[in-house]
């Protein structure tokens, strides 16, 4: 759904917009202290009722899901994520690790969340960005190692 609009930053609030109404920010929630660096947003229809989720990562290594404006699920993720990344069809999520002075490796997390991932290690550095290919075969991902 193109017609909403999810930011971050590292104010440690996380805010969504509708775009077909003038831009009004319809939904935020913060964690002061936390800074935030990489939100997306998901949704679902059910019986014609659409719902948001906002999905965000950030410096306090904790991966947060967040609904309404209320923190509805948080995975202690023991690493800190730096970017993410929904597959359309909505079966995995991934995410890059982000640890300073780390390698880093790339995560497929089970999706919904239930905790569980996999790792595959794919930069001596931490990952800069990740994107999916629109036809969701390829994931490229760039890190700080100049890969």
């Not at 109404?21 to 913060?30: H, P």
């Not at 679902?44 to 923190?71: C, F, H, R």
Request: charged share 20%; with cysteine.
């Amino acid at each position: 759904d193109d017609s909403k609009l999810v930011s971050t930053g590292q104010d440690g609030a996380a805010y969504e917009y509708d775009i077909i109404k003038e831009g009004r920010r319809f939904s935020d929630w913060a964690q002061k202290g936390t800074n935030f660096s990489c939100i997306i947003a998901y949704t679902t229809m059910d019986n014609a009722a659409q719902t948001n989720t906002m999905y965000v990562v950030g410096s306090d290594k904790m991966l947060k899901e967040i609904q309404g404006g209320e923190n509805i699920n948080c995975l202690e993720s023991n690493a800190m994520l730096g970017q993410l990344a929904l597959a359309s069809q909505a079966r995995a999520l991934f995410a890059g690790v982000a640890e300073p002075e780390l390698p880093g490796p790339l995560r497929c997390y089970n999706f919904p969340l239930d905790g569980d991932y996999v790792e595959y290690q794919a930069h001596s550095a931490p990952v800069a960005r990740i994107r999916l290919t629109c036809d969701e075969q390829y994931l490229f991902s760039a890190g700080d190692d100049g890969c």
